[in-house]
């Protein structure tokens, strides 16, 4: 997840960035309207970067370096679908922390939003 803060930053810095030009250099306040409109876009535009990484071969920058990639537990090609659904449950996951807890308690040690999704992520060999 530290890998991919990289290039998530950069990517919530343009939306930031087009954001705060679009308002006029004026900074977004707080809980405003505007401002949860901003938050869905950095959601979305995080998830976009998962989705598309995930779709094109099961793996994110981040899940490289460490030969982890996503896997459908029935074999099947990884659909936008699933994997917008997947991201969606992830999000509750990390703001729960259960259901990253869960893949402790798992034997497939898969976490609550792979179990939702159906898929698994699993290291291969070089």
């Known amino acids: 997840m530290i890998y991919d803060s990289l290039p998530l930053a950069a990517l919530w810095l343009l939306v930031s960035a087009l954001a705060l030009l679009l308002h006029a250099g004026v900074p977004i306040a707080p809980w405003s309207l505007l401002f949860w409109l901003q938050v869905l876009a950095l959601w979305t535009i995080s998830g976009g970067y998962l ?29 936008a679908r699933r994997l917008w659904g997947r991201y969606a449950l992830a999000t509750l996951s ?33």
């Open 51 to 79: 989705v598309m990484s995930w779709q094109r071969g099961g793996q994110t920058l981040g899940m490289r370096p460490w030969r982890l990639r996503l896997y459908r537990c029935d074999g099947q090609p990884l659909t």
């Open 94 to 126: 990390l703001a729960s922390g259960i259901g990253l807890l869960w893949a402790l308690l798992d034997r497939r040690r898969r976490c609550l939003h792979d179990i939702g999704a159906n898929t698994q992520v699993l290291r291969f060999d070089r």
